[in-house]
């Protein structure tokens, strides 16, 4: 027995030595230099009670006693590993690299000694690891990556397989270049051992096996593939097609059919949302097939079908960017083209902006000679409305039998009749088809017009929905549309998706929101994320709403107005007495989020009476935020991070990447919006900025330094930069946007890291390479859009423009244009507006930002080439930026060697400098330039643009020459 105790002493005691983390020995902040002596201290305490133990076991005369005889019982694992410095570096450096466990149970021996490398130096470090086998089961991964591991690309779910994120307890082994622990890397051994070798670019670092050496220069020979950003960087530009042909097309019914699409009330997967009138509570859903549904929030609830047997969809598309719906039918060489939208049958009563009295407007042009039978089915969705077919003011109509409430209305056309009347009289849903059937004689059209009021129309307003007349209604709904297209900033391109797609994403956000008036008559606004997801009263997606929408759709086009009512709903309805804001599952990110869209509408209107109408609020929240990040810093894990809960599946407080850059952005733009403003509490929002961006910086590159390297597609190995800065590594056993979606390149989004720097490159090239489906450059909630401002922070228009047009053909359908939100293997839902916000904020920056940062507007940074062919032009007007409202025109004359860009500011702001880039269709180098007539030397031909510092004038002509 004596020997049993003596044994799992020295077992108990060398197991809490290996598994002291390097945490421990580096301390998670520089005040803790003393941890490294108590470290010392313990180590060597240990020894004498080692010693002492075994001292007794040998005088007792215990066979074979030592630490190797225990360690070898618990099967103990070896490794000689040599790690070579400065094999590409042009500069010398010197560099003391520091070898430590990077997991429990790993013993690790090596000298630390001082090396100089680069410049053609290359020094060789050995240091011998040992460690425990695990014995502890793997990681199931959740359903998305499980997805993901199943269906992407086979190098990508290679790769993803041997991650050691799959296995608790796997060895690793850290090696540190920066005393700190903010620069270095972490090997896992399980991979060295299958790999045998790991180039790391990044760190200019080669790792292999030290008794089965592999020579650097072969290793490089032996690697295939490229990373996805090199690749796009020398093939030819992305295109909208190149992207349509890979996304299968979420609104083609024949080509998509998967089991997460969202169902509402018989009907499956994609629905475009359309309503007549902003804040209107009655809303319609349109499916693939032309079928009508009520928005989750209506009141109003019924199914209308139609269906033409035997025919064959042929496609769906909006007309013109606006809330027109044509879809097409074909059957024995017969079409039928359906349109439909929605008009006001009335104007809503004083003081009940949202009670608009509305119509589906559906017209259906059946042509072809032949017979023709159109099924039509009108469910009520309530038990005590039993519909019937009868004739009011000389009009076939579908009533409530009890009340003459009228649900539907339909002039079949002169070549149809109406018959094969149905009525089901179920309890549940009460049913009513019929048809309508007739002969087509060759090059007849029959136009039949279907008008579905909601709420139901009163019996006497028969005659006034009689006379609502399709062509008349049709101009009137353009016009209304048009005029809120008119009211705001104006973009367009020599691309007609594009141009399409930026006015629909204008009416998807003005079709959301929803006037509604308590018990009392009070008005309220209902701001769901969708009008087809989740619940439907209250604002409470502050971070989706106010940053994706009320920001990167009103703010940027110029509807301040709308975006300040909105935000205010959100006040009303989310913030708490402390000033924090709630919301669904009470992410934590919320709070700082309003702070930031409120400061960047501020910074983009210079609105200081609205500025002033939201000051009140807006510094409750900022007490809030303040405080937190004050509490932050006196935790005792003295990472000064906030732990907050990050989304509605990830609801534990943990230090989340996505919740911090948010509060270093809300308190930053926050503090720069108060600063333009004059408020005294300017510099206290930006030093607590300040102070955490400081810690996130510190904190997430010891993380990346800990987590495991993760291998990327051309075969060399780079730092993983983890969602969850207490938990270095991937987490494949949660939610993959909790990872990805929400994860930490948002870090580099919000400028809160270098977008420049090693963290942001890390992360870009794992998304592209490792956690984007089949590498298409998209995650799997799009409205997220992590890197593709990125991109263009680090001055990569080819990456930009990849993600641009990949987004489009992912995150809306191909020609309804209609958004999205989980785009695989999760429920998809439909017609969420802060998707469109993700992408115009894109977009609107490829065209002209303040990204820099330094009081820069840049003109042109990534516009495709293709549209500054021979002939076409680029026009913005009225766009809001930092420096007042911008009109922008660039006009091609490539063929005469011409590309002229005119600038006008229309307020007395101006940015310290212009820079106007001309990506020549062609790429052709810039070979001078005119600035007003004057000649102009200030320009760089290797990144094609002109530059004007400090300017003055309120318009600039800018003329390149080729």
Avoid at 108 to 130: C, D, F, Q
Avoid at 608 to 621: E, G, H, V
């Amino acid at each position: 027995m004596i020997w049993q105790f003596i044994e799992r002493a020295i077992r108990f005691g060398a197991r809490r030595d290996r598994a002291m983390p390097p945490a421990v020995a580096v301390g998670m902040c520089e005040s803790r230099g003393k941890v490294l002596q108590l470290a010392e201290s313990r180590g060597r305490e240990f020894c004498r009670r080692c010693s002492c133990i075994l001292a007794i076991a040998f005088a007792l005369g215990w066979p074979n006693a030592g630490l190797d005889s225990v360690f070898a019982a618990e099967g103990r694992e070896k490794l000689a590993v040599q790690v070579s410095f400065g094999h590409r570096g042009t500069e010398r450096k010197t560099l003391t690299p520091r070898f430590m466990a990077g997991s429990p149970g790993v013993e690790v021996t090596a000298v630390p000694r001082e090396i100089t490398v680069g410049g053609g130096a290359v020094e060789v470090v050995k240091v011998e690891v040992a460690w425990d086998k695990s014995a502890l089961s793997a990681r199931q991964p959740h359903s998305i990556w499980k997805y993901l591991l199943e269906n992407s690309v086979s190098n990508q779910v290679e790769r993803l397989k041997h991650d050691p994120a799959f296995r608790p307890g796997v060895p690793l082994l850290t090696v540190l270049t920066a005393p700190d622990g903010t620069a270095g890397f972490t090997i896992g051994l399980e991979q060295l051992k299958l790999h045998k070798a790991m180039w790391l670019p990044e760190h200019d670092a080669f790792v292999t096996l030290a008794d089965s050496q592999i020579g650097f220069s072969a290793h490089l020979a032996s690697l295939k593939g490229e990373r996805i950003l090199d690749r796009v960087r020398r093939q030819p530009e992305s295109t909208l097609a190149e992207w349509t042909n890979k996304w299968e097309d979420i609104g083609n019914p024949v080509q998509y059919d998967k089991p997460w699409e969202s169902t509402w009330l018989g009907t499956k997967g994609h629905l475009t949302g359309l309503t007549a009138r902003y804040g209107s509570v009655y809303k319609f859903g349109i499916d693939r097939w032309a079928n009508v549904r009520p928005d989750l929030g209506s009141p109003h609830k019924f199914r209308f079908d139609l269906a033409w047997r035997e025919s064959k969809w042929s496609g769906q598309r909006i007309v013109d960017g606006l809330p027109i719906l044509s879809t097409t039918f074909k059957r024995n060489g017969q079409s039928c083209e359906i349109e439909q939208f929605a008009a006001p049958l009335s104007e809503p009563p004083a003081n009940r902006r949202g009670e608009v009295a509305s119509v589906l407007m559906t017209v259906m042009h059946v042509s072809g000679a032949g017979p023709i039978n159109l099924g039509f089915r009108l469910s009520t969705e309530n038990t005590n409305c039993q519909p019937e077919l009868r004739q009011i003011s000389g009009q076939n109509c579908v009533v409530d039998r009890a009340t003459g409430g009228l649900w539907l209305m339909i002039h079949p056309g002169q070549a149809l009749a109406i018959a094969n009347i149905r009525v089901a009289q179920a309890d549940t849903n009460p049913t009513i088809e019929f048809d309508c059937v007739g002969e087509l004689s060759t090059g007849q059209t029959n136009t039949l017009v279907v008008k579905l009021p909601s709420p139901v129309a009163a019996t006497e307003a028969a005659s006034t929905l009689a006379a609502l007349d399709y062509a008349k209604a049709r101009q009137a709904t353009i016009r209304y549309w048009e005029s809120w297209l008119a009211r705001g900033a104006r973009f367009e391109v020599p691309e007609k998706h594009v141009n399409d797609l930026c006015r629909a994403s204008l009416w998807h956000a003005l079709a959301l929101p929803r006037y509604r008036n308590d018990t009392t008559g009070a008005e309220l606004m209902d701001l769901p994320y969708s009008n087809f997801a989740y619940g439907q009263t209250g604002a409470d997606w502050p971070i989706n709403h106010a940053v994706y929408v009320d920001y990167m759709i009103h703010g940027l086009r110029g509807y301040f107005a709308v975006a300040e009512e909105e935000l205010a709903s959100m006040f009303k309805s989310q913030q708490k007495d402390d000033g924090r804001i709630s919301g669904y599952a009470d992410w934590g990110v919320n709070s700082p989020a309003m702070l930031y869209a409120v400061a960047q509408n501020y910074l983009l209107s210079r609105d200081r009476m609205a500025f002033d109408r939201q000051l009140p609020q807006a510094l409750k929240t900022l007490d809030w935020c303040i405080a937190r990040v004050k509490k932050s810093q006196e935790a005792k894990d003295a990472s000064g991070l906030v732990v907050e809960p990050l989304n509605d599946l990830s609801k534990e407080p943990r230090p989340w990447a996505f919740l911090n850059a948010y509060y270093v952005a809300g308190l930053e733009k926050f503090g720069a919006a108060l600063e333009a403003h004059g408020h005294p509490r300017a510099e206290e929002a930006k030093s607590v900025a300040e102070l955490l961006r400081d810690c996130v910086r510190r904190e997430f590159a010891r993380a990346s330094v800990k987590a495991p390297v993760v291998q990327l597609e051309d075969g060399s190995w780079i730092n993983l930069v983890p969602s969850d800065a207490a938990e270095p590594r991937r987490l494949v056993e949660q939610w993959y946007p909790t990872d990805v979606d929400t994860g930490p390149l948002h870090l580099a989004r919000l400028s809160v890291v270098d977008p420049r720097g090693w963290l942001a490159a890390a992360m870009l090239n794992d998304h592209e390479d490792n956690l984007f489906l089949n590498q298409w450059g998209m995650a799997n909630e799009p409205v997220y859009n992590q890197q593709g401002t990125v991109c263009l922070l680090r001055d990569e228009p080819e990456a930009a423009i990849w993600t641009f047009y990949s987004m489009m053909a992912c995150a809306f359908s191909h020609n309804q244009l209609t958004p999205l939100e989980h785009r695989w293997a999760w429920g998809q839902y439909y017609m969420p507006p802060s998707t469109d916000g993700a992408w115009f904020e894109l977009y609107r920056n490829m065209l002209l930002n303040e990204l820099r940062g330094d009081g820069t507007l840049f003109i042109g940074e990534a516009v495709p080439r293709p549209w500054l062919a021979d002939g076409k032009q680029i026009v913005v007007a009225g766009a809001p930026t930092y420096f007042g409202p911008v009109n922008l025109r660039i006009s091609s004359a490539s063929a005469t060697g011409l590309i002229t860009a005119s600038i006008e500011f229309l307020s007395d702001r101006r940015p310290s400098a212009i820079l106007v880039r001309i990506r020549h269709p062609e790429k052709k180098p810039l070979q001078s330039a005119m600035v007003n007539d004057a000649q102009w030397t200030d320009l760089d031909p290797a990144k094609e643009w002109i530059r004007i510092q400090k300017p003055t004038e309120a318009r600039y002509v800018v003329i390149a020459r080729y």
